[in-house]
């Protein structure tokens, strides 16, 4: 265990353990748009940015990303002053400029008193804030189907060379976890469509509903070693098909004990 | 042949040096990028040609070396004749045979192709007399324009890879990190971090394998140090990285090398191929228990890749962005093992700290700042080129004694350093002492040794807009503050060029640049709006005049200046003959008139015309 030191509070935590997660039990509340528990840190928003120090650092003062931060045996930590205000509220501001018609944005830059930005808005805005959960929750899943491509400004999302992915297998995990829900999709028919690819849905063989894509399915019973007849029905018609196997037992056990 | 002992190494050095010693006089042809540009490739075939012919006492075609970048560019193509010293810059391939003819055949000199030192009209016969020359210490680039770079036997004559000999007869590890930490060597590539203490740390570090990496990615903008060594001498690379590999217990290495040099590409594997050939790469190097080997891995050429954990993720062959180095790529780096990442230009002053010792290395310098430092000098400089000086030299010692002083008389006005993410200098600076510190208290930072120089026709508003542009499109993307603080810093930027920039947004800016430096994640946003705050706090003037008064004082803020024609014009043409958008009207022997709705201000009739007859307003 080591202790710290946040907001003048001593707290234990496990070693390893990352600032933000001690700060988040302690019901400290910074924002943060790119984390996210199901995935690695990444640190790019910035937001979570909180000031070191330590005794022996002589007055010396540092600005790191709470979230990518290990807890330190000694370590002084404060989670809002003036400066740390200051530059979230700037990164809050330099991001109503790029999605200037986000509500996510919106209503974050509008808890430090922005309801407009400093500097020019882009006229379409865009959706999109770079926060990676996306690419890094494809990542989880063994795919990597999509990843941040071109560089600085022009840096966007998407498949190789811009084209549909690949590697992507419908499961819509990208949209789901996307906090500004930037990234579209449908289901029409038969065929569900995300980063301009096309993919066929299963029909459950029972009572026809859609469930998953057919790639998905596929990439499951390859992975989890399922029954390759696993996906064949969907969730509610095996529960009913477990109900009524476990009706069957109980009727023969009855018959059996009379 | 395989040297497998280090007995072997010194008869192999006798042989090569025997064999040299009969080759009386040597050609030396600088093929350096500057020179190679000039055309200095045709004049090494056109020697090899004649001499192929010839018979001349003493010398032979042997005689003719290609060599790596000789430092003065400005003079380029130039062609050395050894051991005299004999110094021909501009050379042509015309000259070729005048120079076999008259200098090799005869022994005389030709005059006209000496250097002439335009201030005093003093001509040199001599290279190394040259005040050019003649301030310059040379450690890193010791062997740089003075060995042919594919020819291991070369850099062997010199003394290559005697060092090594020396830490495998008997040196242990510890002492060879103790040696390094002694000479007090900072990294070359920008942050100065010392090295003997990088290579302790990794040492002692328990996982393993270990890793040793070298920065070849160079991405400054005017700079071309790096570029220089690799091209002009790969093997003190390879050393330098193979007694790292030694000394912190490695066995596996990478060259970072951007694809942009092709040649750098093609040198460095051909000195790792013949090192390999020779037992000097690979297993159990000179017969010893050590064994590492180098890869060459290339990079597209992205700035920020020369950031260490970006440059170890595109090593790995992931995407080149950079991580939060909460636990140093010391000891996480890459494939999150402990790793050694140096710069080129630290790696070739191993060979020679661990020769002469740490004691001798520690004593040039200053005393935070030890050795020397290459620099490269662009920009309005007369004497643009490649130099190494001691650290601690007055900066107008660079620029003047080295450097000649700004060119076509003009008033030097700033001098940068340190690349995009460094700062400018203005004239009050130049006093200033060259050292990693001296430098970074005054707004700017030493940097991998870039140096450009500015003068009066420069706008320092304008240098700003250029260099935080390279910055917002180098910027990788990943975080906030870089990506977007970048983006609108350049915009405000470029609307103060325009003239329709704010007092506020002057202050807008000053904030702004504050977060982008405690916010950005690496060492690139970090130090991204330093062109705008270093020019802010030396020329705050130029500022003003832009938002205040609409005015450009450097005359190159387009949207703020016109070319008007004095009466001085003698209507010789000129102007008019190169102005793409048919401003300019007027008759021969009169005077001409610009059309100011049609000029496109791209200044081409300013720099045509030589009686200054035309004036910016």
């Not at chain 2, 405000?492 to 405690?518: F, P, R, V």
Request: proline residues 4%; aromatic residues 6%.
């Amino acid at each position: 265990m080591v202790k710290l030191k946040i907001n003048g509070k001593t707290v234990e935590a496990r070693e390893g353990e990352m600032l933000l997660a001690v700060m988040q039990r302690m019901g400290i509340k910074v924002p943060t748009q790119c984390h996210h528990e199901a995935i690695e840190p990444t640190g790019n928003c910035r937001l979570c940015m909180v000031e070191i120090t330590k005794k022996n650092w002589d007055g010396w003062k540092k600005y790191v990303t709470s979230c990518l931060y290990p807890v330190e045996e000694g370590l002084i930590v404060e989670t809002h002053n003036d400066k740390l205000f200051e530059i979230r509220k700037t990164i809050l501001d330099l991001q109503l400029a790029r999605s200037p018609h986000t509500d996510y944005v919106i209503k974050m830059a509008a808890d430090y008193g922005l309801d407009k930005s400093s500097y020019p808005a882009e006229p379409k805005g865009d959706d999109c804030i770079m926060c990676y959960a996306c690419t890094r929750i494809c990542d989880v899943l063994g795919k990597s189907a999509i990843a941040p491509t071109q560089r600085g400004h022009q840096k966007i999302i998407a498949g190789p060379f811009g084209e549909a992915p690949p590697d992507c297998i419908g499961c819509l995990s990208c949209a789901h976890i996307c906090p500004t829900d930037h990234i579209k999709w449908n289901d029409k028919g038969n065929t569900r469509t995300i980063w301009d690819k096309k993919f066929k849905l299963i029909k459950c063989k029972k009572c026809g509903k859609k469930t998953i894509t057919r790639e998905f399915a596929d990439y499951l019973i390859e992975k989890r070693e399922l029954p390759s007849e696993y996906f064949d029905t969907c969730d509610v018609c095996k529960r009913q098909e477990t109900a009524d196997k476990m009706g069957e037992l109980v009727v023969k056990a009855r018959e059996a004990t009379i | 042949m395989k040297i497998d002992s280090i007995t072997k190494l010194d008869k192999w050095r006798k042989e090569i040096l025997t064999k040299q010693k009969a080759i009386k006089t040597k050609v030396l042809i600088c093929l350096g990028p500057g020179c190679l540009a000039g055309g200095s490739d045709l004049i090494l075939k056109e020697f090899q040609t004649i001499l192929k012919k010839k018979k001349i006492k003493d010398v032979s075609i042997e005689s003719v070396k290609k060599t790596g970048c000789h430092g003065f560019c400005a003079r380029g193509p130039m062609v050395i004749i050894e051991p005299l010293g004999i110094f021909y810059s501009k050379v042509k391939k015309v000259h070729v045979k005048d120079i076999i003819e008259k200098t090799l055949q005869k022994g005389e000199i030709i005059e006209k192709l000496l250097y002439k030192d335009p201030d005093t009209d003093k001509i040199y016969k001599e290279w190394r007399k040259i005040p050019f020359y003649a301030r310059q210490q040379k450690i890193a680039l010791r062997n740089v324009g003075q060995i042919d770079p594919d020819e291991i036997s070369d850099y062997i004559a010199n003394g290559g890879y005697s060092a090594l000999a020396k830490i495998l007869k008997g040196m242990k590890p510890e002492e060879v990190v103790e040696q390094v930490s002694k000479s007090g060597l900072r990294g070359r590539g920008g942050a100065g971090f010392a090295t003997g203490r990088k290579w302790a740390t990794c040492a002692k570090a328990e996982e393993n394998p270990h890793y040793v990496l070298c920065n070849g990615d160079e991405g400054d903008p005017g700079a071309f140090m790096d570029r220089c060594i690799m091209e002009g001498d790969p093997h003190t690379v390879l050393e330098g990285m193979i007694i790292c590999a030694y000394a912190v217990g490695s066995q596996e290495g990478y060259i970072y090398v951007r694809e942009e040099y092709p040649l750098a590409v093609v040198n460095l594997q051909k000195a790792i191929d013949e090192a390999h050939k020779y037992g000097l790469l690979g297993d159990n190097i000179l017969g010893s228990d050590l064994s590492f080997d180098i890869k060459i891995s290339k990079g597209g050429g992205a700035f920020v890749c020369g950031e260490s954990s970006a440059l170890m993720r595109s090593v790995a062959g992931e995407i080149g962005e950079p991580r939060a180095k909460y636990v140093r790529s010391v000891l996480k780096g890459l494939h999150d093992k402990p790793t050694v990442l140096n710069n080129v230009e630290t790696f070739a002053n191993i060979p020679v700290i661990i020769e002469k010792g740490a004691d001798w290395y520690a004593s040039i310098g200053t005393k935070k700042s030890t050795g020397t430092k290459a620099f490269s000098l662009a920009g309005k400089i007369k004497n643009t080129g490649l130099i190494e000086v001691p650290m601690g030299i007055k900066l107008k010692e660079i620029i003047y004694d080295i450097g000649g002083g700004v060119t076509d008389n003009h008033k030097f006005k700033a001098v940068q350093t340190g690349g995009p993410s460094g700062g400018c200098l203005p004239a009050d600076k130049l006093d200033l002492a060259v050292d990693f510190d001296t430098l970074v208290d005054n707004g700017s930072m030493m940097g991998s040794g870039g140096m450009v120089i500015m003068d009066d026709r420069t706008c320092m508003v304008d240098v700003s807009r250029y260099f935080l542009n390279f910055l917002v499109e180098e910027s990788c993307g990943k975080c906030v503050p870089c990506r977007e603080g970048l983006f609108q810093l350049h915009k405000l930027n470029e609307k103060i060029c325009e003239g329709k920039g704010t007092e506020d947004e002057l202050k807008l800016m000053e904030n702004l640049s504050e977060t982008i430096i405690s916010g950005s994640l690496c060492g690139l946003g970090q130090s991204g709006p330093n062109p705008f705050l270093s020019t802010i706090m030396y020329f705050r003037d130029e500022y003003e005049a832009h938002v205040k008064k609409q005015e450009c004082p450097g005359g190159v803020c387009k949207k703020l200046i016109t070319y008007r024609i004095n009466d001085d014009c003698n209507g010789c043409m000129a102007c008019l003959s190169v102005c793409a958008a048919d401003a300019i009207t007027g008759k021969k022997k009169e005077q001409h008139i610009i059309d100011e709705v049609k000029c496109d201000r791209c200044g081409a009739c300013y720099a045509v015309c030589n009686i200054n007859a035309i004036d910016i307003i």
